[in-house]
């Protein structure tokens, strides 16, 4: 991995990518804990740090209410936080550059390389374009829609004020929401839980900025090449599947508890909504903490596979989750190679995918045991909390505004690792060193 120097240090692209994420956190910290942020008080400097992290890393987890406990101001500088956060900072400083109409740099485009994980620099600058444009249409499609549908309830400027924090909020996979303080803290939009308008928009926002920009792109340019690549084609399908499969659980398990009081299509829409939001939409319609059991474990195995890569969400992503499955299918039927879509797919694909899946299963398993020990809930709810945090999900049973001061940096901590990512944070960390020169006697061992 090539080395960038700064000021007479050499940086790889995931420490600049991790360092860059630590400056936005500390500058959204300072932010948030000026007088002019809080609406109820000044905000600790662990509340402070707490939130902006949320927001940076596109979480929705808060220890303050967005609604009531800050002023226009701090709800502001979350949004841009997690503006940032979602599209990526480096993005965002491209797109300052491009507008100065500057030429974007061997190091820039290195580090728009690894932010946007590809494996070539090739067009990587026309991908930013898209990129950029594509959130600012979606953004603003949304925003649009939120707002019309807000100024039923509400005065013009603050549905136009409305709509547009939650449209950046939701397509970013942030899972702020300004309606906590109407039926309680932990409600979001629970009121618009059958109204189309808002389930679709926010399905809508939820699911195309979790497939990533880079499908988005695929995507728009299928009526000249009339194909689709197969990292598009894994993510489209898998993602769909685990739509389809998460919404009929979901209608299965709740259809005579928390569905129950709505209407035929009101319970489609709740199904829906709720088997896309652990994507890391991190909104939610209907109080997570009243769900059954079963329900909560199912949103715990869908926050943890997250979205796709690329995007703005969250988990070990879908095609980490599809790989996996591929290798343990081609194993049971006896076959050496991989294959997904005809295609056959690297010994490195592989061991990257079971790397990433077995680090972040001792993250969240180390978390949970930790936040066991620093907080007072039950099992189910500490574990849910941990994989929230790790898929910067949002969604919470309740735990997150009673969190002690270690409980808050464990998940801080958990917030800014599942946004990095496992294996960026380990390659940031890891020492420099040279090609192996020698290699070990294979051996032998039993598995299974």
Known sequence: MANLSYGGLRLTPPKILSLGFILLIAAGTVLLSLPVSSAQGDISWIDALFMATSATCVTGLAVIDVGTGLTTFGQIVLLVLFQFGGLGFVTMATLITLVLSRRISLKERLLLQESMNQNSMQGIVRLIRRVLIYSLVIQLSGAAALALRFLKDMPAGKAAYYGIFHSISIFNNAGFDL????????????????????????????????????????????????????????????????????????????????????????????????????????????????????????????????????STGGGIKVTTFALLIAAVYSRIRGREDVVLFRHRLSKESVYRAITMTLLSLLLVITATMLLSITEQADFLTVMFEAVSAFGTSGLTMGLTTELSAAGKILVILLMFIGRTGPLTLAYALRPTKGKELYRHPEGHMMIG
């Open 179 to 310: 309606f906590g303080d109407v039926h309680g803290p932990f409600s979001g939009l629970t009121r618009y839980v059958e109204d189309p308008v808002v389930n679709i928009t926010a399905m809508l926002l939820i699911f195309l900025g979790g497939i990533g920009f880079i499908v988005l792109s695929d995507v728009v340019d299928f009526r000249k090449r009339r194909r689709l690549t197969l990292h598009s084609k894994v993510v489209l399908s898998t993602s769909l599947i685990l739509i389809a499969a998460g919404a009929a659980l979901f209608f299965w398990l709740e259809l005579y508890h928390t569905l129950k009081p709505l209407h035929p299509g009101g319970k489609a829409l709740a199904s829906f909504l709720q088997a896309l939001t652990p994507r890391s939409g991190g909104i939610t319609t209907l109080d997570i903490y009243k769900l059954r059991e079963s329900t909560q474990f199912l949103i715990i195995l869908l926050m943890f596979i997250g979205a796709a890569p690329g």
